[in-house]
């Protein structure tokens, strides 16, 4: 039906993995009742159990209790659950104070920016040149007034890690309570909430090979939190709206398929596109962190050409990968993370954002790198911003 | 994998269809970039065109523009949406005032409660023994500094339709914005926006034989409403996350896939059982209208017989039915819909929800009556609550 493409972009985990489909297949067909009606019949149980089964999944890989886990309709929903529901609920029992980092994914830096309009006060720490969170600054901001500090786990563009011991350290040391957005890190990088003082933790299926439109809120127990829409006593009467257990399933599916052999796969395919676009071409600069980063994620600067040149030449010899954030390449806006890490306009425009995905290879990270000598080269040479010209 | 029941509760309509999952197959496999990457390469194009192609087909059966439609993660998003962005949206330019009906769901029922609670004026407008809603009341309650009214299009339990036309007559003398929860009459009763001044549309995939998890609303162009969840500019910047389109494009095969021929043999199997039930059952009220309801929907209640034990009876025969509420059968409540339309407890808990899909026969309107006489002599013998103990 489409063209042929390698996809080393964030379309490279959004392909939803057979299996997955496979496992939902039941709940399309057979036990396709809401759960809520496991009073009246045997299939309303069937459902039921498809649901809790799929949570328990979801919880156990973060060390968490299945009770603990909400589905949401994704990613977004979650980070805006998680950051509206619990500063509604610690209204007048802490600080209006909201503590993110620089560099957040829009769910969290808008809802941020929308929370700072309202006349919250909100804190954005910086990051070094790497993305990594400003300790220092971070320390000097958190009170034990603070309602609520969300820094992610990794960053959706430049793929650096927090180091979220310490992080989660500090909050606990001051009774503070810590969201992270684990979009992207979920399942690919460990997460255990049973050993760290996380206390709610955003996933999303799409992001590994499980069906778009469902994610989770992992709300540590006890944490006080509003309920997110009204409407029935879903999720523990804590986000209304019919289950969807196909998706729930799918999502569950989509946890267990990922391993640490096929994490070990990505990140090789990672270091090699790294390696050889650093020692084969000229100019090019390391977004992010060079040592601790996202398995699936390489991001680099293209000195003397414009990032959207690249990619529409890629996409002419059938590859695809991004510019910016994956979720807003459609704005022509510098990315606010290279900007966060202290690039400059041209950096930011010249920077390429690789995902690799389980249905890549490491023939595709060879093949996408030789594309790129050539077109980089002849970009340059008709680039007035090159240093040549 | 599962028990063969034939399903006339709520699970009829859930069920996917083939036709839905193969029309989501190529945004699963082949065009599953996210929207957003349009400007990046091909598929992002492809799977955009898939998104807004199932738009207009949505917008279309509304008598909509495309632009107009909003893609939720179901009907209870909508309605949250749609009654807390457009009261906040007037906040100051109208009169903090709600009219909702007594008997809606619970997305738009505890909506409405939440805000009186946080000090909106809510007034909920009573309905006649059929659960039409009181006109003369509705007139004396309105004004034209009312910000928004929600009056459902059909009821959830009883099947009730509501004269839109005189309602949104009234409001738009008024000039008070008007939002109806379509969620079980979308494609099952004519609505066109182009010639009844509805303004906001709540809509379901999963009541029509398409995907759970996905949603839409109506707003019409001009409507001021908030946006909903914080995050990137989809939909238009009124609805952030990135966009579920597999389920967009199975929403709208499941709207193609409803036709008015379908929605004729629904009509005659809810004729069949309401009128073989009367007749070959003594006791039995029929709960909601006679003439104005819901094609899909049959509800009654079966005298000195509570509805639970007659559901679980009707299980064990292989047949599904629900008591109250499909969402909230769980729940030992009497439903509210019942006591709104001037029934007491014992007519409550009395009560059977039949619904019929595209997968039901008109012998299954049959077979559930035939074994519904039994269960109810049998139960009756038993019962405490019969005349004859």
């Known amino acids: 039906m489409f063209n042929e493409t390698i996809y080393l972009d964030n379309a490279a985990s959004t392909r939803l993995d057979e299996e997955v489909l496979e496992a939902m297949k039941p709940y399309f067909f057979d036990a396709y009742a809401v759960a809520t009606s496991e009073f009246g019949y045997s299939m309303g149980i069937d459902a039921k159990e498809g649901l809790e089964r799929s949570r328990k999944v979801i919880a156990s890989r973060l060390g968490a209790q299945a009770g603990e886990i909400v589905f949401t309709s ?7 659950m998680a950051i509206k529901g619990v500063l509604s609920a610690l209204k007048g029992k802490k ?8 560099l957040e994914d829009f769910s969290v830096l808008n809802t941020a920016k929308k929370l700072d309009k309202q006349g919250y006060k909100v804190d954005f720490i910086n990051v070094d040149g790497e993305g990594v969170l400003d300790i220092d600054m971070f320390t000097d901001t958190i009170t034990s007034q603070t309602a609520l500090v969300s820094i992610q786990q990794a960053n959706q563009e430049i793929g650096t890690l927090q180091d979220l011991k310490a992080i989660s350290d500090i ?5 503070v309570l810590l969201h992270t957005d684990a979009t992207h890190s979920f399942t690919r990088v460990p997460l255990d909430v049973s050993k760290l003082p996380v206390d709610l933790v955003t996933m999303s299926a799409h992001t590994i090979h499980g069906p778009r439109g469902i994610g ?4 540590r127990e006890g944490t006080p939190i509003d309920k997110w829409m009204d409407g029935g006593f879903q999720e523990s009467d804590r986000r209304a709206g019919v289950e969807n257990i196909p998706s729930a399933v799918g999502f569950a599916k989509a946890v267990e398929l990922v391993t640490p052999e096929e994490n070990e ?11 050889r676009a650093m020692s084969d071409i000229s100019h090019v600069t390391l977004n992010g962190s060079a040592t601790s980063r996202l398995p699936q994620n390489a991001n680099m600067t293209f000195h003397y050409v414009e990032g959207e040149s690249i ?12 510019t910016g954030s994956a979720c807003f390449s459609r704005s022509l806006e510098a990315s606010h993370v290279i900007l966060g890490i202290g690039g ?6 010249g920077s390429l954002r690789f995902s690799f995905g389980r249905f890549n290879t490491i023939e595709d990270a060879d093949a996408i790198i030789d594309a790129l000598k050539d077109v980089v080269t002849n970009l340059r040479a008709i680039s007035p911003l090159s240093e040549d010209n």
Chains 1, 2 share one sequence.
Do not use: P, Q, W
Not at 74 to 80: A, C, L, Q
Not at 171 to 175: G, I, L, P, R
Not at 216 to 219: F, G, P, R, S, T
Not at 311 to 322: E, N, Q
């Open 171 to 175: 909050c606990e040391d001051k009774d």
């Open 344 to 349: 400059n306009h041209e950096r930011a425009h």
């Open 95 to 102: 600080d209006d104070h909201l503590i993110v980092s620089r």
């Open 311 to 322: 990619t529409l030449h890629l996409d002419m010899l059938g590859f695809a990968v991004s």
């Open 265 to 275: 796969r990505l990140a090789a395919m990672r270091d090699r596109v790294i390696e």
């Open 216 to 219: 989770a809120l992992y709300i």
């Open 74 to 80: 994704g990613s977004t929903e979650s980070s805006n």
